[in-house]
């Protein structure tokens, strides 16, 4: 039987240039869509799918993340004195159980593998989660309780794809597809980080959500530079799969690059429509400003 997975790891230490100058200031994982910080529709995917430990790898001017996942004793003491009780509960529902969030810091930016291997101490010896900050999924069973399914049948190590026009397969992470195993899942043959053109084993690309067994921390200590100079989190990845199975399972729903400007427009966009207090006001606006 598996292991049960309890912790999640989610690298934000990440400088979020594509954003300047918002984010000189600012983390990007803390830019909001629609009244909700990005990072927070990450926590709350994996607090949905039963993550009970939530595992921040920060870097420099991130402080305001752990603040954001603190009680903020001056706002909430000026809400009660106000009885905005509807703003109170507000606040207490994204509010993690004490003792539920760590924070370590990745101090340098050497890769996504890196910033695992950072946490490798709070993780322990057991399976993990890693969700990428930059990737907001959208969908009626959030893209981790969906991998968490497939986990229980499959045990192992499980890794989100979605599917690219063949086209532009260069541009992603890619898997090789194997044997299915019931609906949802495929074992994973190969993996490749933006093969040649034409050279792709298929178009299903790696979509920034994780299973992991701990024996990848083995490999991340090698800290062996990969792509772009930096410590690749798929080539230790594909160093544990001459030992452990691979599995994917292709994602049901929508994802939002928000670490991109037209992904992060999208998905205040699709976010936005969603809210019934605010669809029918937000699709009026929208009809306007497209003339």
């Given at each position: ?9 989610f690298p934000?230490?990440?400088?979020g ?11 990007k994982e ?9 990072i927070?529709?990450i926590v709350?995917?994996?607090s ?18 752990e ?13 009660k ?9 507000l ?5 993690p ?6 924070f370590?810091?990745?101090q ?6 890196h ?6 101490d709070?993780?322990g ?6 969700l990428l ?13 969906q991998?968490?399914?497939?986990y ?14 063949p086209a532009?397969a260069h541009?992603?992470?890619?898997v ?9 899942a ?8 933006k ?9 299903r690309?790696?979509s920034?959500r994780?299973?992991?067994q ?17 410590i ?13 199975p ?6 049901k ?11 992060f ?10 809210r019934?207090e ?8 929208i ?5």
């Open positions: 039987m598996s292991k049960p997975i309890r912790k999640a790891v934000v230490a990440g400088l240039t594509r954003f300047l100058p918002a984010t000189k200031a600012v983390p803390m830019l909001t869509v629609v009244d909700r910080p990005v927070q529709y709350d995917e994996a949905a799918a039963g993550i009970e430990h939530f595992i921040f790898v920060t870097g420099r001017n991130k402080a305001v993340i603040d954001h996942f603190d009680i903020a004793y001056e706002l909430e003491a000026t809400l004195s106000r009885n905005k009780t509807a703003e109170l509960e606040l207490s529902r994204y509010q159980p004490a003792g539920q969030t760590s370590t810091r990745q340098l930016p050497l890769g996504l593998g910033a695992v291997w950072c946490a490798r709070i993780v010896n057991e399976p993990f989660a890693v900050p930059d990737m907001i999924m959208k969908a009626e069973t959030g893209c981790l309780a991998m968490m399914q497939v229980a049948e499959t045990g192992g190590n499980v890794i989100a794809v979605e599917e690219c026009d532009l541009q992603y992470g890619i090789g597809v194997g044997e299915t195993r019931g609906a949802d495929f074992a994973i043959t190969s993996m490749v980080e093969p040649p053109k034409g050279t792709a084993p298929s178009n690309f790696i920034g994780y299973i992991l701990p024996e990848i921390f083995d490999h991340l200590s090698r800290h062996e530079k990969g792509a772009g100079g930096e690749q989190l798929t080539d230790a990845m594909i160093r544990l799969m001459a030992d452990q691979f599995w994917g399972t292709r994602f729903g929508e994802t939002y690059d928000c670490g991109s400007k037209i992904g427009l999208a998905a205040n966009v699709a976010f936005g429509l969603d019934p605010l669809n029918a006001d937000f699709r009026k606006e009809a306007r400003l497209l003339g």
